[in-house]
């Protein structure tokens, strides 16, 4: 179970802003840049992003059923910043559960069950 939804909303409105001044330069942390669907606008999102053999995995704290996740998958690609680095990752994929888990570091495991995220987006580098 996600965390709720208001506290999405707060998050997008406050933390959000705060956030993208560091997301991009901090460990287990990264700025999706990603198109909106309709809009067609670039949006900045802030996420807790982990490294993989091949590519990234985000925690999905907020669900799969999030607009920035749901541009993701539509477009197939999105820009990552990560440590001060422009990173394109493309093949997005949504894995859940132990299989998601078994990607991450040790250390965020706990937090992560914790507050119940069970669900990931896998993406490889370009």
């Keep these: 179970m996600p965390l709720p939804d208001r506290l999405a909303t707060f998050n997008r409105s406050v ?7 560091f997301a991009g330069r901090l460990p287990w942390f990264a700025i999706v840049v990603h198109r909106g669907r309709k ?7 802030p996420v807790n992003a982990f490294g993989t053999d091949d ?8 669900g799969p059923d999030r607009d920035w996740v749901k541009n993701v998958l ?7 910043i990560v440590r001060g680095r ?7 994929v949504i894995v859940e559960g132990d ?11 706990p937090i992560l069950k914790l ?12």
């Design 39 to 45: 809009s067609r606008r670039i949006y900045r999102t």
């Design 74 to 80: 539509a477009a197939g690609r999105c820009g990552l």
């Design 55 to 62: 590519g990234f995995v985000i925690a999905l704290t907020y």
């Design 99 to 109: 299989a998601g888990m078994a990607l991450l570091p040790w250390l965020p495991k």
């Design 115 to 126: 507050i119940n995220v069970d669900k990931f987006m896998r993406l490889r580098r370009a």
């Design 15 to 21: 933390t959000n802003r705060v956030t993208r001044m």
């Design 86 to 92: 422009r990173i394109v990752a493309v093949d997005p």
